[in-house]
């Protein structure tokens, strides 16, 4: 399944998408995934290393669809 990201700046304004495949099947499981993506700044369609505190997930395909933004604070290491 084809997962769709939307990529906002911290002070909330659209900055770029990207998407990939997954072969995740419960939105959970898929949702998971992207924190993780996230929380390792190796998100798709935009530069590694990048952090983004807001990101619209979307799943067009799955059957019980509904869009969800995940919204995570840097977290450091000490």
């Not at 990939?20 to 099947?25: E, I, R």
């Not at 995934?33 to 505190?53: A, D, R």
Request: charged share 30%; net charge positive.
């Amino acid at each position: 399944m084809k997962v769709k990201l939307t990529y906002f700046k911290d002070s909330g304004k659209y900055y770029c998408n990207g998407s990939y495949d997954t072969s995740k099947k419960a939105l959970w499981e898929i949702f998971r995934e992207v924190e993780e993506l996230q929380k390792s700044k190796h998100l798709p369609g935009v530069v590694t290393g990048t952090f983004f505190k807001y990101v619209l997930i979307d799943v067009p395909e799955h059957p019980h669809r509904h869009p969800h933004l995940c919204i995570r604070e840097i977290e450091y290491l000490t």
